[in-house]
């Protein structure tokens, strides 16, 4: 195959290379929307607004390269199935390209419109927990320090016309390699941290390296409780419609805690409920998605929605039946120590507790993985929306990481969630 010599003026389709038949992406009409562009003398830039076209080259290059599983091909796209297509978001996914015709990233980007103007965001929205490029293991060597802020101007050149930057939960290192988006400026820490731990070669390892004698004498007591409502047990289902019973569970009783905090319902949004059920039970995500439940007498105790990659468990969604008679056995806390035990025994050397901060994560996560955002105008209309939401982010941040305003707003945030018809946005 020659060298790409296209311009970026007289490019109008473009079918991106590959270096081996694995990489190569099936044709597809008006598959690049500018491109192909040398962005340095090593690297070519295409920008695609097709999902299926890239396919085969996005999956090598997340199996063979780094990035977190939110950046995932089957997480994007079924999230853009479901919910970024519904919203109008228009996919702007960034591609660069070595001289050798290999893959080097992907940005998974998109258009987010509204009548506040136009921003540029990552695609998959607030389901993501870490945002961010995926990255082939020859990007450093391809795009050197210092390179990628000019290459990034070169990239917002090719991207159709918008008023405002907005990069959110970005982690400083995706894989092993420095995240390169931190070399732009306007960079600041998220309002919320993310949390894991690393695991042990065995559970009773890992259990007694973070548990007092005391803290494993009361998590006996609980297990006995509860064990007095029947056999407890976590069970990992395996047929689709035992899959479906268990996501279904998770959702009415993670809404019945969203109620009690006067949390906006997550899966009342559309497309939501639909994106989790489908990733669940969809055969080609498989191994990629644990669904899992507690089950104590026959009944779903607990529920969780966990997710598998690289050898990192990454706790997602998790509930408990809050109306149970055995609700205050700790259901949930049994589920998560049975899940530890699950991913330990299954080969995984992480466990990813993924954002927030809450409370309980500091028994078990050694790790805190801060995030930051960036925010950068385009236009004047840019920068007046810029200027009200990095002051909200601010202010959020400051809450947040202030334990005595944040229990404050919580509970206010629960009392407003009391009155009929009075719900609060999550913080």
């Given amino acids: 195959m020659k060298p790409l010599t296209k311009t970026k003026d007289k490019a109008t389709a473009f079918n991106a290379p590959a270096a ?19 962005a340095t003398p090593e690297v070519l830039l295409s920008v695609h607004n097709d999902f299926a076209s890239l396919r085969s080259v996005w999956t090598a290059l997340e199996q063979g390269g780094d990035c977190t599983v939110f950046q995932s091909f089957a997480w994007i796209s079924t999230w853009f199935a479901h919910i970024g297509k519904a919203q109008g978001i228009e996919p702007c996914i960034v591609a660069g390209w070595d001289a050798e015709e290999g893959a080097l990233f992907v940005l998974p980007l998109g258009l987010e419109r509204s009548v506040l103007g136009t921003k540029l965001v990552w695609l998959g929205g607030g389901l993501c927990d870490y945002q961010g490029p995926v990255l082939s293991r020859n990007f450093a060597l391809r795009v050197r320090p210092g390179q990628f802020k000019a290459m990034w101007a070169q990239i917002r050149e090719m991207l159709p016309e918008h008023d405002i930057v907005e990069l959110t939960r970005m982690p400083e290192r995706i894989g092993g390699q420095a995240n390169p988006f931190m070399q732009l400026g306007n960079i600041a820490q998220h309002a919320s941290s993310a949390h894991m731990t690393h695991l042990k070669p065995t559970w009773d390892e890992y259990y007694d390296s973070k548990r007092s004698s005391g803290s ?11 064990e007095e409502f029947g056999e407890t047990v ?42 989790y059920m489908a990733l669940a039970t969809d055969a080609s995500a498989q191994g990629l998605i644990h669904v ?41 806390m049994i589920q998560l120590m049975d899940l530890m035990k699950h991913a330990t025994e299954t080969g995984h050397t ?35 929306t810029l200027l009200p939401t990095a002051a909200f982010l601010k202010v959020k941040r400051f809450i947040k990481q202030t334990p005595v305003l944040w229990q404050a707003f919580t509970r206010l945030r629960a009392a407003a969630g009391s009155f009929p018809g009075v719900v609060a946005a999550r913080a």
């Fill in 20 to 38: 081996a038949p694995a990489q190569s992406p099936a044709p597809t009409e008006a598959l690049v929307i500018e491109g192909p562009w040398r």
């Fill in 216 to 226: 494993k004498k009361r998590d006996r007591q609980k297990r006995r409780k509860i």
């Fill in 234 to 275: 976590l069970v990992t289902p395996t047929d689709k419609a035992e899959i479906a019973r268990t996501v279904e569970a998770l959702i009415e009783q993670k809404s019945a805690t969203f109620a009690r905090m006067g949390i906006v319902n997550m899966f009342d949004k559309p497309g939501v409920r639909d994106f």
């Fill in 292 to 332: 899992a439940h507690l089950e104590v007498g026959g009944k779903i105790a607990a529920a969780n929605w966990g997710i598998s990659f690289g050898g990192r468990y990454h706790y997602v969604l998790a509930s408990y039946a809050e109306q149970e008679e055995f609700a205050k056995r700790g259901p949930g």
């Fill in 350 to 384: 992480e466990f990813d507790f993924t954002i927030g901060d809450e409370g309980y994560k500091g028994d078990w996560c050694e790790v805190e993985v801060k995030l930051y955002d960036h925010l950068e105008a385009a236009t004047v209309r840019g920068l007046l």
